[in-house]
């Protein structure tokens, strides 16, 4: 499938095709996520991809514990920036639900590969996150990137250490990611996912694949699962747009 193809730019220009056409005025707000992704037969997560794209290209905004408001009308045609933008950019959900599904194998496989001088690196790594949320760093990732990285450098594959990496750089280069996160006020969450690759570190100290692959997957899946619950634009206690999680079946049980 096309980059041109993906089904948050699809319900983002179905949504802008509403604007043209005077469906929503400058100044009036648009339905609630749950309606929007009824109208369009979609999940809140892609809508929630299509309104930063939306709002990327100032053609809405979030007031805070209020809803998304419209404050610009599209061109007729996209600007090079805004093209370029669309060429390139990954959704939020995209981007985690593939760290979801490879990272968990990566972690299995890590678990049967994994030597002490590694295991004795990652703990040096969790060591340096945790002292990084005790200095209240809590909006710093660098620790836990690089945690992830090691556990796919245990596996001893190039190439899946060289598709993790491309993943976190894809994630890097994201203006959808930026905006994202740009809105969040509270990182206290880190300090869970922090518990997190303490169980993932765990598993492959004991070099247990199955328990190695259930933990990364349900790290990731709490990820989702936190940036939930701090993301609705109708809460006020709202801090920005994430993601919603779908549930993505994996068997553990073999």
Partial sequence: ???????????GNELKSLLKG????????????RDIADTFG?????VREALIMLELENLITVKKGSGVYVIG???????????LLEETDFGPFELLQARQLIESNIAAFAATQIVKSEILALRAILEQERQMLENGLLDDY?????????????????????LLDDLWQKRHASKM??????????HSYRKKWLYDHEKILQALQMKDAKIARQAMWQHLEN????????????????????????????????
């Fill in 1 to 11: 499938m096309s980059v041109a193809n993906r089904l948050y730019q699809e319900i």
């Fill in 22 to 33: 005077g469906t929503y005025k400058i100044g009036d707000k648009l339905p609630p996520e």
């Fill in 42 to 46: 979609v999940s809140r997560t892609v």
């Fill in 73 to 83: 009308l599209p061109n007729e045609t996209l600007s090079e920036h805004d093209k």
């Fill in 142 to 162: 660098s620790a836990d990137e690089m945690f992830h990285i090691a556990i796919a450098k245990a596996t001893k594959n190039s190439v899946l250490e060289s």
């Fill in 177 to 186: 990611w930026d905006k994202l996160h740009s809105r969040i006020q509270d």
């Fill in 223 to 254: 990820v989702k699962q936190t940036l939930m619950t701090i993301s609705d634009s109708e809460d006020p206690n709202f801090d920005g747009y994430l993601f919603d999680s779908i549930p993505v079946a994996i068997i553990v049980n073999e």
